[in-house]
């Protein structure tokens, strides 16, 4: 097998190695895939997750070489997902679960349709010697600090596993302690004595303590509020957790109060629920949220800080974390969504919280030191459109650069030393990449993949900063890829990308989450074999401010983010290297949205897209004076003239299957040309990388039928 191995290899590399050879789509998606960066707190290792062409393993590697090991051997393209990597304290065992998430039914993704099902496991594996080995059906796990148990749930409920019996499933099969409600997010005490959890009621929820020794559950300063992301202090006696309004009324019955939002069947009977900001904070004197303390021996808790007259800009909280004798959250006071502190000391906490990640941009992923001291974040601020490192003290003061250039760094953790710091960086010709550097600033240093030949960094180009403005004024970026060949006087066909989201960002070079990685990878390879490209980030999306993110008359309220679609296409209309009648567009979910919002508005000037796991009408009316109807793709169905290739999965949990099925029937009797590809038993960002290249093949096919030199011959005659 070797040997035959090799001999592919040369062969490849021989036909690849001929002039009039191009890199392949299978070229520039062959890199190793990494996600999930974690570091041991008492250990100098890392691991994380990799997806190699739909194949998904765990890595581990130490310092100081950190060369990278793979602890697993998962060597198909079953479709079959790695998530929740977590790593013990002292960096001998990992723990991560295997298969996708459940559906509404409670059906766990398929998607090879393997006869036997699919199931939702969760598996550890040694990090010296590999061998990993199924625990017990369940998710959400958590590796006690010893890293003999995992504690997880499943159906509602918490469960306990032991990782010190390597190599044989165990029967897990009743709970560890069994309580009312729906349990969920197992947090061991520092010293594995208690746990931590939330067990929600549907109109209220509890933070939860089980003693390990005494058998015993107890609840922190319950309450009619919905008490969430319980921490420890370092000490292991008090809990820090947010609490926010109760549902009024009950769950079943929230009238103009609210929309209730049911989960999955396996995940018993817990129940989410949404109420307008204002009417929340009617029921709490004004303000939607707190941050409470809890000692644990006791039960009693206190509030020790909310937002009051004087931070009314404040949004939503997000997350809250114990450091030292701090406590980190993360939120957004004017326009920007930042890291904050607050000291606790004794009884008091100051009411004015910290920015600890000011500047001009987000601080979007952050980890804090094994001692509590520093906070290391990746930000935009001062480069835009790209993240960077930086750390600042959990008590306040300066902040410093941890990296700095034209690459993109996220997802820091820091090292058990406190001297090295694990990152995820990528660049305008480098995929996503685990990376070290010190903690004190550097140049980080790739540990994992290892690209060869294969790899077409040459065949890249740097993508241009553009900065447009649509007829109404608003500003937004795109990264623009123009082919290095254009000559003189000469006229490309262009595509237009657009993200899904429509949270998100692109940025200038490899993205940080899997799909938007093979789209940038999709749009170098386009711009390798001729197309002008341009990937808009259109208002609504996030890195440029909440007033960006959140833009006026956006989605059902007018579909505004349309207007900067329509000004970048008729930006490539205005290009010299352009022809304006081959113009292209696609993306997924909401880019698959703004792909039919195209084709069906604007024909005159797209002139074919495919439009993947695409949203066509919103809501149910199909009133032609309903707002929400007039601002759907459906609306606009006369006009809609330009061909579509269409591709969505059937168990797509993002986008009802319906949406595709409908716009179809709506397609045929218009008689507009269209073709379908659909994926049984997959889901909204395919599973199997056969799949996505079969699916970005067929892109490529109609691109080239539709916008090709038969194209522009059949335009030139018109």
Known sequence: MRQLLAVTSLLFLTSFATPQSKPTLEDFLSPAYPYELVAARRAERIAWLANERGMRNVYTASGPTFEPVRLTAFLADDGVDLTSLRISDDGNVVVFVRGHTPNRDGWIANPSSDPRGAERAIWAADTEDGNPWKLAIGSDPEVSPDGNRVAFARDGQIYCARTDEPGTEQDVSRPWF???????????????????????????????????????????????????????????????????????????????????????????SRQSSTVPGMMRAAFRGGYTFSLWIADVASGKGREFWHPGERDRGFGRVRSVTCAGDHVVFRYEKGNWDHRWSIPITGETATTSPTDLTPGEGIAEQASISPDGRYVYYASNAGDIDRRHLHRTPVAGGPTEAVTEGTDIETYPVVLASRTTVATLQAGARQPLSVAVVAASGGKPRIVFPRLDERFPRAAHVTPEAVVLEAEDGVKFHNQLFVPPDIRPGERRPAILFTHGGPRRQMLLGYHYRHFYHTAYAVNQYFASRGYVVISVNYRSGIGYGRSFRNARNTRTRGNAEYRDVLAAGKYLQQRKDVDPSRIGLWGLSYGGLLTAQGLARNSDVFAAGVDMAGVHQYGSSLDPNDLAYKSSAISAIAKWKSPVLLIQADDDRNVPFAQTVGLVQLLRAHNVHHEVIVFPDDVHAFLIHARWLRALHAADDFFARFLGPKAAEASHRK
């Not at 061991?188 to 208690?194: A, D, M, R, V």
């Not at 292991?236 to 209730?260: C, H, N, T």
Request: hydrophobic content about 30%; proline content about 7%.
């Open 178 to 268: 069994r309580v009312f409600g729906s349990n969920s997010g197992p947090r061991w005490s520092p010293t594995g004595e208690h746990l931590a959890f939330v067990s929600d009621r549907g109109n209220h929820s509890f933070i939860g303590i089980y003693d390990v020794a005494a058998n015993r559950v107890s609840y922190l300063a319950p309450s009619v509020d919905r008490d969430t992301s319980p921490s420890w202090t370092s000490d292991g006696r008090s809990v820090v957790f947010i609490r926010r309004p109760g549902l009024p009324f009950g769950r079943q019955e929230l009238g103009f109060f609210g929309r209730r939002r049911s989960r999955s069947r396996t995940q018993g």
